[in-house]
């Protein structure tokens, strides 16, 4: 049938979809913000970055095998975790290895617990499904993660009254820094919650959408859909349940003393 | 007139040639304290008095190890508190911060709060335990009931000491404890530390740069000035016949407080 197939974009098509860019620089123009530039050049970053990412992804379809694959998610999950790095204003000590572990375990759990178990296609490297899936959860995991670290350090600082007052009394390091750790929690949950109470009312998920787009069943994607949320839920909460385990440690010495 | 414990097995805390250096943010080391040695007895109040900045907060925090001296030694009934359970010291060594921090919930659910952290039950409100507490810090029972975050100043700083004794500590700690207060408050606070450590046979140390305060409560008096103790003495005579220029300087200045 005719709407099983995409319609193929070529690149004058490309060229009317990048006319829409160009009226937008044409109308900050016209107000003068003086983000003409930017909104020029970040534009042509976007095409950049994602025709490379085209053949990248090409590349790694062809390949047939696990080992790129594999790379290709790695690299995402650095990419990401240095982008949450530089973004939180004050980081908590030893940050790269506490959220890069719980990354690793985090997202790594759940996506080999969905893919193989919840979507078991084969074989289990098909970038097909791999990569998009595994890209979500970190993605929205990253977000979590760098939630809970930032919210952990602004509590940690915020409550130190709170915390010496409780050192004094007797507590150790983890019965001091509850309060902050149970609100740094909440915090790096409330995006994923709200996403899901607005789902499929104030938006369409994007996966949803570009399934159907691509000519699946509506009824399938919405599955699909639902089955991504619980996934990404899973992965903030484990991600960030982990990032707060270890990352209250930092903060105190083997003596129960606050650092710093 | 230096200050002779009444017999050495009074002797509850021993401060040894005490040292504390930080790195300030532009990375150079700065010396806090210098050389800090004392002894503070049982059933005796030892208050350490300076302008601020002397160094006097840094040393109490040292003594139930909220932090850890750059060198020296810090023995609590001949034992070395680092030999210590960092918990247990704490329990033994009580303290009561400069801004009494109240917990949410009433005042008798901060009473409790110390049993929370450790495996005990918490003792009821009817319970031998916090009416001792609360008659101590001179709490009313009525008080019990009241939101703790609600009180005034004075009254939080009565439930922070009631807090801090309700574990039966055998050294009290307290950094500035009426900074937030009022002079009457002060007095009241003053008088019921020298019930308490003639009641309890606490060992406390103080640190303030309130005259009036450690006039009304000081059996022994350390003057700290830029982290070095300058005189240290018996505490009425030594206000009332300072030795050293600083000291004399201290007393007739600004800085101290006659509040």
Known sequence: ?260 | MPFHPPDRSQVMLTVDGVRAVRRSPEGNDVTLLDGISFIACRARATVIIGPSGSGKSTLIRLLNRLDDPSAGSIFLDGRSILELDPLELRRRVAMVLQKPFMFEGTVLANLQRPFLYRTTEPPAADSPEVARAAELARLSSAMLARDARSLSGGEQQRVNLARALIGRPEVLLLDEPTSALDRPTTDQLAATLNDVCRAERLAIVMVTHDLRLAEHTADHLIYLEQGKIAEEGVGAEMLARPESAAFRQFLAGPAASKE
């Open chain 1, 1 to 260: 049938m005719e709407t099983q197939h995409v319609v193929p974009m070529d690149l004058m098509q490309l060229g009317y979809a990048y006319g829409l860019i160009l009226l937008s620089v044409g109308l900050a123009r016209l107000r003068r913000i003086g983000q003409e530039k930017r909104l020029l050049w970040d534009s042509l970053r976007m095409v950049f970055q994602l025709l490379l990412v085209g053949y990248l992804l090409h590349l790694v379809f062809a390949a047939r095998s696990p080992l790129p694959v594999l790379l290709m998610l790695v690299a995402m999950t650095g990419f990401s975790l240095q982008i949450a790095g530089t973004r939180i204003k004050k980081r908590m000590p030893k940050f790269y290895r506490v959220v890069g572990s719980s990354i690793i375990i985090g997202c790594g759990g759940v996506t080999c617990y969905f893919c193989l178990l919840v979507v078991g296609y084969t074989p289990w490297f098909d970038p097909r499904y791999l990569i998009p899936l595994a890209g979500m959860i970190i993605g929205n995991a990253m977000n979590g993660a760098s939630l809970a670290a930032e919210r952990l350090s602004a509590e940690m600082h915020d409550r130190r009254e709170e915390i010496e007052t409780a050192i004094c009394l007797g507590a150790n390091a983890r019965q001091a820094s509850e309060p902050a750790v149970r609100a740094a929690y909440s915090a790096s949950l409330i995006p994923t919650m709200n996403t899901m109470a607005a789902t499929g009312i104030v938006a369409l998920p994007g996966m949803m959408t570009g399934q159907i787009l691509s000519g699946t069943e509506p009824a399938v994607a919405v599955r699909y859909q639902i089955a991504i949320m619980c996934a990404i839920t899973g992965a903030v909460a484990i991600t960030s349940f982990l990032i707060l385990l270890q990352g209250y440690r930092q903060y105190f010495s083997d003596a129960h003393q606050l650092k710093g």
